[in-house]
């Protein structure tokens, strides 16, 4: 059994960052695969990053290469996504999720590559 809790959210300007981090409980975290998917009202959870459980892989969502960055602290149970440059397109209800399927872009960008959920944490880009 995994928990998963973010925090991070807020408001944000533009071009601004922000540090979105998911706090995991469990003995086996280091276990898990980890991602980010975000939603915006009446649109489905779209895949934004995964990271592997190891930490050396990761995918991205087209529309956050080079902008976000997904990373992982096994000795504290987190994963981070950093964002930077942001857009107003990137305001969302982010969410972080584990999963211990095959590390494969097919299966970290599913819904369906992850046992666990968290509550989710807002993120709002002002123009």
């Known amino acids: 059994q995994v928990q998963l809790v973010e925090s991070g959210g807020g408001l944000v300007q533009a071009g601004g960052s922000l540090r979105l981090s998911c706090a995991a409980s469990g003995r086996t975290f280091s276990s898990y695969n980890m991602g980010w998917f975000r939603q915006t009202p009446g649109k489905e959870r779209e895949f934004v990053a995964a990271?592997?459980?190891?930490?050396?892989?990761?995918y991205y969502a087209d529309s956050v290469k080079g902008r976000f960055t997904i990373s992982r602290d096994n000795a504290k149970n987190a994963v981070y996504l950093q964002m930077n440059s942001l857009k107003p397109e990137d305001t969302a209800v982010y969410y972080c999720?584990?999963?211990?399927?095959?590390?494969?872009?097919?299966?970290?960008?599913?819904?369906?590559?992850?046992?666990?959920w968290g509550q989710g944490t807002q993120v709002t880009v002002s123009s």
């Open positions: 999720a584990a999963g211990q399927r095959i590390f494969s872009r097919s299966s970290v960008e599913s819904f369906g590559g992850y046992d666990y």
């Open positions: 990271v592997a459980w190891s930490g050396s892989y990761t």
